[in-house]
């Protein structure tokens, strides 16, 4: 609370019951207003544009991740049935070259595949079935001569397509190979062979393990039973079924977003090779793709908070700067109204008071003349000269006439000086005019009222009303901080050449600490219970230092306050 | 030597000029301005004791058409009414101002004055 207490704004204490008039606005609810407002059209725009601009990014982020691995895809594909079109196109131009007669001569053929294998590489054996399914030639590392294939599922595929790719297996030999076979017609018998070669799954694999993959990125080659051809990383091994669903048929590339079984998002790229078994497959983890996405997220997280922050601390401030203003504002205005409005009820109890003094002064002239005039009888005359009763009668009603007027001629010279501007002065004078109005009070409050004003004080240029005002209202402040029977003291000192010091002490309560330094703020009141406006010290602060003094105040709690005002002996020149 | 008053209150002017006759003043008054300025052009007045406020003709415009007839006439104001305006009036005029009521002795007091 003492942090909010140093940082609370002016207006925050204010509430709308302050007093008729007095403020205009609810200040809390207009700040409260204001940074709503600013908040909604400034941080709108800011998250609709982060928003937007985040699903740009992912939108473009995706197309690229789908592009790239349908460019993977088809890369390898083109890859790989480049690879089995090459041996299948080496096996033709042997088969147009050599014709099937020289192939069947094992040493030529033993040749051949010595210079298949350094020219193109991955050929393991290489041999010639003719049609009723024996082998009649056989070059490589197995006794295969004389082994039937008749009953075989690919050699009536060869027979009857003319070409035949088989996928990987182990066979017999216990190792992953797969098999390219040729169908050869005998242009002197006729009579069909089938020129088959046996290729190592090495170079196979080789191409793609190269693929440049992301971290969780995985390519491999299926069969269409799902059967994988090459080891995967993450899919399982080498002739194993595929963890993943095999996908329908196409020839053209397609990239596919599915969840697998783990729930993980993948991102599968595949393609059927035409003309194979096979099915280049390639996987990425949705997720590692989209990693880029994380970390654009996390920075436009971080700029939107930092901005939200910044922008909400701007609008606060600037909410509470303006709402301070427009306060200061009001307070200034709601004092110039009141002392306007001080200065006019001041005029016009003065102008009262004038036409009331002199509707009675005339009577009074009459009474007194009257009565002046029967003295005069009874004197001059010598007639009743000595009845003393008679003469002590009308020497009183005399004396109260002169009472009367005494009084009146002080209301009218208080009330005179209200518009008048700079005259000379004599305090001692002006703490007795001041004095004498609240005398009675004084009197019935058996307060006493002492003055120290040295005789030879010199006089002063000043406003007469506004310093009466002055006094008025500090002798007025210690009356009411008094209990009866307290003691007001009015001192006056030169204090250097070209100043004198007044003060008014009293015994009362005293001004705690804490109020001390607001008690000459407008509006600042511990009377507010009682009807004090909070205006009489602000009021009588601004017109000391109108006339170019200056004023301070020391006070203990329960001991008593001194106000002392330094005045001019020249008042400031008017602007 | 005769004084002239003139006051709209005919009960305090005639009691003031009885109450001056005892003290050996010869003393004319009247209660309006006109009648004033007539009684100035037959006799000779030393002093005018003028109240400031009269209907029809008030005490500042009597004592400068008196003034100007009679150069050598001294005034004396008497005012019921206090204001700084007429003050500072009856001062350049001559500061013979006196607020009612008004001691006799210090009328006379003034009286002497204007006439020394």
């Known amino acids: 609370m003492s942090i909010f207490n140093k940082i609370r704004p002016q207006f925050w204490e204010t509430g709308s019951n302050v007093g008729p008039g007095k ?224 996908p329908g048929y196409s020839e053209k590339t397609s990239v596919e977003q599915i969840v697998d079984k783990d729930g993980t998002d993948l991102t599968v790229g595949y393609v059927y090779i035409r003309g194979t078994p096979f099915i280049v497959m390639v996987v990425k983890k949705t997720r590692e793709l989209m990693s880029l996405l994380q970390t654009i997220r996390m920075e436009l997280m971080w700029l939107m908070a930092v901005s939200i922050a910044i922008i909400l601390l701007v609008i606060v401030w600037v909410a509470t700067y303006m709402v301070n203003k427009i306060y200061i504002a009001d307070q200034t205005r709601a004092q110039a109204l009141h002392r306007m409005e001080h200065t006019n009820r001041m005029a016009s109890i003065g102008r009262l008071a004038a036409g009331v003094a002199h509707e009675i002064n005339n009577p009074l002239a009459i009474i007194n003349e009257k009565a002046g005039l029967i003295n005069d009888l009874f004197e001059f005359k010598e007639e009743y000269v000595h009845d003393e009763r008679l003469l002590n009668n009308i020497k009183s009603i005399i004396d109260s006439v002169q009472r009367c007027g005494k009084i009146t001629k002080r209301l009218l010279s208080f009330a005179r000086h209200i518009d008048i501007d700079m005259d000379a002065i004599k305090f001692k004078e002006l703490a007795e005019e001041v004095i004498d109005f609240l005398r009675k009070e004084a009197e019935y409050r058996s307060i006493s009222i002492t003055m120290d004003i040295p005789e030879n004080l010199p006089e002063f240029i000043s406003d007469r009303g506004k310093l009466q005002q002055i006094f008025l209202n500090l002798v007025n402040n210690a009356f009411q901080a008094m209990n009866d029977g307290g003691n007001l003291a009015i001192s006056a000192t030169p204090s250097d050449k070209d100043s004198l010091v007044f003060t008014v002490r009293d015994d009362g309560c005293g001004i705690p600490a804490e109020d001390k330094k607001r008690i000459f703020d407008p509006f600042f009141s511990t009377k507010k219970r009682t009807g004090g406006t909070g205006l009489g010290l602000s009021i009588t602060y601004g017109l000391v230092q109108e006339l170019g003094g200056s004023m301070s105040v020391e006070s203990e709690v329960g001991v008593g306050t001194e106000f002392i005002i330094t005045m001019p002996l020249k008042a400031p020149e008017k602007a | 030597m005769k004084i002239l008053l003139v006051d709209d209150e005919v009960e305090l002017v005639s009691a003031m000029a009885e109450r001056l006759s005892f003290r050996s003043v010869d003393a004319d008054w009247t209660d309006n301005g006109e009648t004033a300025l007539k009684m100035a052009a037959e006799t000779d007045y030393a002093v005018a004791v003028l109240d400031m406020k009269m209907p029809k003709m008030g005490g500042l415009e009597l004592q400068e058409s008196l003034a100007a007839e009679h150069p050598d006439m001294k005034f004396i104001f008497l005012s019921g009414h206090g204001s700084e305006s007429d003050f500072k009036a009856g001062c350049a005029a001559g500061c013979n101002y006196l607020i009612k009521p008004v001691q006799i002795e210090s009328l006379m007091d003034k009286i002497q004055e204007a006439l020394a």
Not at chain 1, 175 to 198: M, N
Not at chain 1, 206 to 235: C, M, N, Y
């Open chain 1, 23 to 246: 403020s205009l606005f609810n200040y809390r609810r207009i700040w409260r207003i204001a940074i709503a407002v600013l908040a909604v059209v400034a941080l709108v725009p800011l998250c609709v544009m982060a928003v937007i601009d985040y699903n740009v990014t992912r939108n473009s982020l995706e197309s690229e991740s789908l592009l790239r691995t349908a460019r993977t895809t088809s890369n390898t594909r083109r890859t790989v049935a480049f690879f089995l079109q090459e041996r299948q196109q080496a096996l033709d131009f042997l088969a147009m070259h050599q014709g099937l007669e020289a192939l069947r001569d094992c040493e030529n053929l033993g040749r051949v595949l010595d210079s298949l294998k350094s020219s193109f590489g991955g050929f393991v054996d290489i041999g010639i079935i003719n049609d009723q399914g024996l082998q009649i030639a056989y070059i490589g590392p197995y006794d295969l001569i004389g082994r039937n294939y008749r009953d075989q599922e690919w050699f009536s595929n060869t027979m009857g397509q003319g070409d035949y790719i088989s996928g990987v297996f182990l066979g017999f030999r216990d190792e992953p190979h797969l098999v390219i076979a040729r169908k050869i017609v005998d242009e002197k018998s006729g009579k069909s062979f089938i020129l088959r070669a046996t290729l190592d799954t090495e170079q196979f694999n080789s191409i793609l393990w190269s693929l440049d993959l992301p971290k969780g990125g995985d390519a491999f080659i299926v069969d269409r039973e799902g059967v994988l051809q090459t080891p995967s990383r993450l899919h399982g091994s080498l002739l194993t079924q595929v963890s993943l669903a095999v």
